[in-house]
């Protein structure tokens, strides 16, 4: 890592505590420009077209284009080349729309500060802070500048990222806390010393510039997918090069006959395919609310067996609103829409007015000392009243409004003093507040960690109540600071028996289409899991309303999680599992005890310490919204609206890339079958029957025709029953792939084709080992190419289902598809009846038989593929992992 000085002492401390005013922010962005760390230059277009051009595949192609030339075949020679030129360009195009792609999607992550201006606070996206602006910090913030920290309240940072250490640190006042760290916990005020690329983190971003992030998983696959073949094409060549000089042929002619042939099975345009295929499952996606972080993870995605889910705001809306609130005189209903601050408070019951109003005045007291243990507040916008902050604490300023309590004016009467902010641990926020001789202490959080501390009758019994109803609780108590006790140290003393001012119900909606996306989850029979901080009661409720739970499910208490992980795994890997007061730490064991039993583990996270835990699991899954900076840059997958059916979404898009991907490898042995078949028969006639396909024919049908219905099968979308029955997961080459293309397809096209061929020697008059005259061989070679052309056309057709024969959807679903076998019939039109290209390639327009048995491949392979298809539903080819 690079060296990092320490922390320094700004020349002058920061007091402008209403920080800059709107118009001089403005001039200073003005001056020094939006806050972004200069954008890394791409590569030159040039140098990445050079590298596709240069790499070991393509220097052995040019190798054999040089030596093609030389022995007189400049035909050959050029066809080598015309292979590695159009191959390394569309390489090219999908690594630069790839990149482009890329930096368009990050641009969609949220990345906001809030700051006090003109003495307002504002939540203003992190591009527009400027030197000067005075910087309101809290847990979760990913701090976008370097800043001059002026006034901290428990503040801990995250410089892991910039120092390497792990153990976070705490900046005391006039420290710097630096651009692109994090704060773990607590608050502070912070004045923005430099921005941009003045700021540490540009000025290390330079030195890493060089790095490159190695392949992933996928990447990994695939390349060795491309090196069999590559090997296996490399060792045919090796085979025909002996079986040439075996049946006479010169050294030269044996060598550049054996070069064609690796040339004609080498899969170059594999690998840009496959990258076409996942660049496009996340475009989509991204389209809908789903941004893919790493490209390999849309494969993966589709692996997924089960789903550990939050449930605030994932689940549930996310938009909290207090229903209820009970006080020890009594309880409250509270209504009101959205977070405007119109809105009623009713005492329930119908007592007397004089127990009515002392109810009203418990519940204002216990408004006013909520509000100010929470930071986020309702703020108004142009288009209405809106929340900055946690949706629950946003809640809690909406009731002190609701109840007519001037929060900024009791802010200043009673100026808050020591802070410890809510953590996993102790499970509540503890507020001092002053004046200093007679300050009081706050307490809201937990029922069970705040009535640890306080006692009133009836309260454990209203927890249960308003937790079963769905509701989420909140306890909130105050005392006196007791004498002798300083707020420095009075977080950890001042606890012992405060008052319980009573208990507030919030109310957060599961989120509409929920409900639906688990049902689709049960069909893909993909396990879920609910993990949450909440009330066991309430959790339970809210899983019961959305269909989560089952019938053998169970809800769990975090605490009460056995310590070996293999008795955890066991416990919770139950489909409808409910884990209640989870800390991030719980997360992280289950995501690891899971994985351990074989899952494809997805996990959410929003919070700091999620971090691990999205790590450990094999898809993070971070909330965009309202999730921290921290979660989101350790997740593969950004849900950029929070909400549970997007999950899903991705997962069906997973699913259908991990199709495509095989459908295009089917598609390629097929064709690859299909090409060696008249070599083979050339072999092992010992030359008495001529060649039926010619290299330059080969690759005529590898560049003309092949090419866009491979990409085409790529971008196949999902299909109707993708999410029904388990995930398939293992080798993409597998016993059914390498079945459907060496057994099946591959074997059908390979003999209507030779038969054609032969059938039109035969009728022209050819005897076995006599020569043909060239007009017959073009013919017969012509009916050759025309059926493995429509052979193709059918197998595109027949390789878009696993299952389904032809004849039971159509091509509307991929107009791609059907715009490939147009411009591939135009291609195959142009091969045969243009007469210096057909003569280059060595062929003619077939005969009329040619064409009514070169017609036959498509029949041919459209009916073995429906009748082994209809076989495999009776007895599958292969067993599918799960």
């Given at each position: 890592m690079p060296d990092v000085p320490p922390a320094r002492t700004p020349s002058r401390a920061p007091t402008a505590q209403a920080g800059l005013s709107v118009a001089e922010a403005a001039r200073r962005l003005a001056a020094d420009g939006p806050n972004v760390l200069p954008v890394r230059r791409p590569p030159s277009p040039l140098l990445l077209v050079l590298h596709q051009l240069t790499h070991f595949f393509a220097l052995m192609l040019w190798v054999a284009a040089g030596l093609a030339w030389l022995g007189g075949m400049p035909q050959l020679a050029i066809a080598i080349a015309v292979v590695v030129v159009i191959n390394g360009l569309f390489a090219f195009v999908q690594e630069y729309r790839a990149d482009r792609a890329g930096q368009r999607l990050q641009s969609l992550l949220p990345q906001h500060a809030t700051v006090l201006r003109g003495g307002h606070r504002q939540d203003i996206p992190a591009a527009e802070l400027v030197r000067g602006d005075l910087v309101l910090l809290e847990g979760g913030d990913r701090i976008c500048a370097d800043l001059d920290v002026a006034q901290v309240d428990g503040l801990t940072v995250d410089e892991s990222m910039l120092t390497g250490e792990s153990v976070p640190v705490h900046p005391p006042p006039g420290a710097t806390a630096f651009a692109g760290t994090f704060v773990v916990q607590g608050t502070a005020q912070a004045v923005v010393a430099a921005t941009g690329a003045a700021t540490r983190l540009a000025r290390i971003a330079a030195l890493t510039r060089q790095g490159t992030r190695p392949p992933g998983p996928l990447a990994v696959r695939l390349n060795q997918v491309v090196r069999v073949v590559a090997v296996a094409a490399v060792a045919v060549g090796a085979v025909f090069f002996v079986i040439a000089l075996l049946l006479g042929m010169d050294l030269t002619q044996g060598f550049l006959l054996a070069v064609g042939v690796t040339v004609a099975l080498v899969p170059e345009g594999l690998l840009p395919t496959v990258t076409l295929s996942l660049a496009r499952a996340a475009h989509t996606m991204a389209g809908e609310h789903a941004l893919v972080r790493r490209l390999e993870a849309v494969e993966t995605l589709g692996s997924t067996t089960v789903i550990c889910t939050d449930k605030t705001g994932t689940v549930t809306a996310g938009e909290m609103a207090v229903a209820q609130v009970w006080t020890p005189a009594g309880p409250a209903a509270v209504q009101g829409i959205g977070y405007q601050p119109a809105g009623t408070v009713r005492p329930g019951g119908a007592d007397?007015?004089?127990?009515?109003?002392?109810?009203?005045?418990?519940?204002?007291?216990?408004?006013?000392?909520?509000?100010?243990?929470?930071?986020?507040?309702?703020?108004?916008?142009?288009?209405?009243?809106?929340?900055?902050?946690?949706?629950?604490?946003?809640?809690?300023?909406?009731?002190?409004?609701?109840?007519?309590?001037?929060?900024?004016?009791?802010?200043?009467?009673?100026?808050?003093?020591?802070?410890?902010?809510?953590?996993?641990?102790?499970?509540?926020?503890?507020?001092?507040?002053?004046?200093?001789?007679?300050?009081?202490?706050?307490?809201?959080?937990?029922?069970?960690?705040?009535?640890?501390?306080?006692?009133?009758?009836?309260?454990?019994?209203?927890?249960?109540?308003?937790?079963?109803?769905?509701?989420?609780?909140?306890?909130?108590?105050?005392?006196?600071?007791?004498?002798?006790?300083?707020?420095?140290?009075?977080?950890?003393?001042?606890?012992?028996?405060?008052?319980?001012?009573?208990?507030?119900?919030?109310?957060?909606?599961?989120?509409?289409?929920?409900?639906?996306?688990?049902?689709?989850?049960?069909?893909?029979?993909?396990?879920?899991?609910?993990?949450?901080?909440?009330?066991?009661?309430?959790?339970?409720?809210?899983?019961?309303?959305?269909?989560?739970?089952?019938?053998?499910?169970?809800?769990?208490?975090?605490?009460?999680?056995?310590?070996?992980?293999?008795?955890?795994?066991?416990?919770?890997?139950?489909?409808?599992?409910?884990?209640?007061?989870?800390?991030?730490?719980?997360?992280?064991?289950?995501?690891?005890?899971?994985?351990?039993?074989?899952?494809?583990?997805?996990?959410?996270?929003?919070?700091?310490?999620?971090?691990?835990?999205?790590?450990e699991a094999d898809i993070g899954i971070a909330m965009g919204a309202t999730g921290t900076d921290v979660a989101r840059e350790a997740a593969d997958l950004v849900l950029l609206d929070d909400h549970f059916a997007t999950i899903v979404t991705a997962i069906r898009h997973g699913r259908a890339t991990f199709a495509n991907i095989r459908r295009f490898l089917t598609y390629h042995l097929t064709d690859n079958v299909a090409e060696l078949a008249p070599f083979l028969v050339w072999g092992l006639s010992g030359g008495g029957v001529p060649l039926a396909l010619g290299v330059l024919q080969i690759l005529a049908i590898d560049i003309g025709t092949d090419l866009l219905p491979a990409l085409a099968l790529g971008a196949e979308p999902p299909s109707a029953t993708v999410l029904q029955g388990p995930a398939r997961t293992g080798s993409l080459v597998d016993r059914r792939v390498l079945g459907r293309a060496f057994g099946v397809l591959g074997p059908t096209e390979a003999l209507v084709q030779l038969g054609a061929y032969l059938a039109v020697l035969y009728a022209g008059g050819w005897t076995w080992g006599a020569d043909a005259s060239p007009a017959l061989l073009a013919a017969a070679s012509g009916t050759a190419f025309t059926t493995v052309v429509l052979g193709q056309l059918a197998n595109a057709a027949a390789c878009r289902s696993e299952s389904r024969p032809v004849g039971r959807w159509t091509l509307r679903g991929n107009r791609l598809l059907a715009v490939a076998v147009a411009v591939e019939l135009a291609v195959l039109a142009v091969f045969l009846a243009v007469p210096p290209v057909a003569a280059v390639l060595g062929q003619s327009v077939p005969t009329a038989l040619g064409w009514a048995l070169a017609a036959l491949a498509v029949p041919a392979v459209l009916l073995v593929d429906a009748a082994v298809k209809r076989r495999r539903t009776v007895r599958p080819l292969g067993p599918v992992k799960t």
């Amino acid at each position: 890592m690079p060296d990092v000085p320490p922390a320094r002492t700004p020349s002058r401390a920061p007091t402008a505590q209403a920080g800059l005013s709107v118009a001089e922010a403005a001039r200073r962005l003005a001056a020094d420009g939006p806050n972004v760390l200069p954008v890394r230059r791409p590569p030159s277009p040039l140098l990445l077209v050079l590298h596709q051009l240069t790499h070991f595949f393509a220097l052995m192609l040019w190798v054999a284009a040089g030596l093609a030339w030389l022995g007189g075949m400049p035909q050959l020679a050029i066809a080598i080349a015309v292979v590695v030129v159009i191959n390394g360009l569309f390489a090219f195009v999908q690594e630069y729309r790839a990149d482009r792609a890329g930096q368009r999607l990050q641009s969609l992550l949220p990345q906001h500060a809030t700051v006090l201006r003109g003495g307002h606070r504002q939540d203003i996206p992190a591009a527009e802070l400027v030197r000067g602006d005075l910087v309101l910090l809290e847990g979760g913030d990913r701090i976008c500048a370097d800043l001059d920290v002026a006034q901290v309240d428990g503040l801990t940072v995250d410089e892991s990222m910039l120092t390497g250490e792990s153990v976070p640190v705490h900046p005391p006042p006039g420290a710097t806390a630096f651009a692109g760290t994090f704060v773990v916990q607590g608050t502070a005020q912070a004045v923005v010393a430099a921005t941009g690329a003045a700021t540490r983190l540009a000025r290390i971003a330079a030195l890493t510039r060089q790095g490159t992030r190695p392949p992933g998983p996928l990447a990994v696959r695939l390349n060795q997918v491309v090196r069999v073949v590559a090997v296996a094409a490399v060792a045919v060549g090796a085979v025909f090069f002996v079986i040439a000089l075996l049946l006479g042929m010169d050294l030269t002619q044996g060598f550049l006959l054996a070069v064609g042939v690796t040339v004609a099975l080498v899969p170059e345009g594999l690998l840009p395919t496959v990258t076409l295929s996942l660049a496009r499952a996340a475009h989509t996606m991204a389209g809908e609310h789903a941004l893919v972080r790493r490209l390999e993870a849309v494969e993966t995605l589709g692996s997924t067996t089960v789903i550990c889910t939050d449930k605030t705001g994932t689940v549930t809306a996310g938009e909290m609103a207090v229903a209820q609130v009970w006080t020890p005189a009594g309880p409250a209903a509270v209504q009101g829409i959205g977070y405007q601050p119109a809105g009623t408070v009713r005492p329930g019951g119908a007592d007397p007015v004089a127990v009515r109003g002392a109810v009203r005045g418990a519940v204002d007291d216990l408004a006013r000392a909520a509000v100010r243990c929470a930071t986020g507040r309702a703020v108004q916008r142009p288009n209405g009243w809106g929340p900055v902050g946690d949706p629950m604490e946003v809640a809690l300023h909406v009731l002190a409004m609701r109840c007519g309590i001037d929060v900024e004016l009791d802010e200043e009467n009673r100026p808050e003093l020591r802070r410890a902010a809510f953590d996993p641990d102790r499970r509540r926020t503890t507020v001092v507040l002053g004046p200093p001789r007679q300050a009081t202490v706050v307490i809201t959080g937990a029922p069970e960690t705040v009535l640890r501390l306080c006692r009133a009758p009836g309260a454990e019994e209203e927890v249960h109540r308003m937790a079963t109803a769905g509701l989420r609780v909140l306890a909130v108590a105050a005392g006196p600071l007791p004498s002798g006790t300083t707020p420095d140290d009075a977080i950890d003393r001042v606890e012992a028996r405060p008052e319980l001012l009573g208990l507030v119900g919030l109310h957060d909606p599961p989120r509409a289409g929920v409900a639906e996306a688990i049902a689709a989850c049960r069909g893909a029979q993909v396990h879920l899991m609910m993990i949450t901080g909440d009330h066991p009661l309430t959790a339970r409720a809210i899983a019961d309303q959305v269909g989560l739970t089952t019938a053998g499910s169970r809800v769990v208490v975090a605490a009460d999680l056995p310590s070996d992980n293999t008795a955890l795994g066991a416990l919770v890997d139950v489909d409808g599992t409910v884990v209640a007061r989870a800390t991030p730490e719980d997360k992280l064991r289950i995501a690891r005890a899971l994985r351990a039993r074989g899952h494809v583990v997805a996990m959410t996270g929003d919070g700091v310490n999620d971090g691990p835990a999205l790590r450990e699991a094999d898809i993070g899954i971070a909330m965009g919204a309202t999730g921290t900076d921290v979660a989101r840059e350790a997740a593969d997958l950004v849900l950029l609206d929070d909400h549970f059916a997007t999950i899903v979404t991705a997962i069906r898009h997973g699913r259908a890339t991990f199709a495509n991907i095989r459908r295009f490898l089917t598609y390629h042995l097929t064709d690859n079958v299909a090409e060696l078949a008249p070599f083979l028969v050339w072999g092992l006639s010992g030359g008495g029957v001529p060649l039926a396909l010619g290299v330059l024919q080969i690759l005529a049908i590898d560049i003309g025709t092949d090419l866009l219905p491979a990409l085409a099968l790529g971008a196949e979308p999902p299909s109707a029953t993708v999410l029904q029955g388990p995930a398939r997961t293992g080798s993409l080459v597998d016993r059914r792939v390498l079945g459907r293309a060496f057994g099946v397809l591959g074997p059908t096209e390979a003999l209507v084709q030779l038969g054609a061929y032969l059938a039109v020697l035969y009728a022209g008059g050819w005897t076995w080992g006599a020569d043909a005259s060239p007009a017959l061989l073009a013919a017969a070679s012509g009916t050759a190419f025309t059926t493995v052309v429509l052979g193709q056309l059918a197998n595109a057709a027949a390789c878009r289902s696993e299952s389904r024969p032809v004849g039971r959807w159509t091509l509307r679903g991929n107009r791609l598809l059907a715009v490939a076998v147009a411009v591939e019939l135009a291609v195959l039109a142009v091969f045969l009846a243009v007469p210096p290209v057909a003569a280059v390639l060595g062929q003619s327009v077939p005969t009329a038989l040619g064409w009514a048995l070169a017609a036959l491949a498509v029949p041919a392979v459209l009916l073995v593929d429906a009748a082994v298809k209809r076989r495999r539903t009776v007895r599958p080819l292969g067993p599918v992992k799960t």
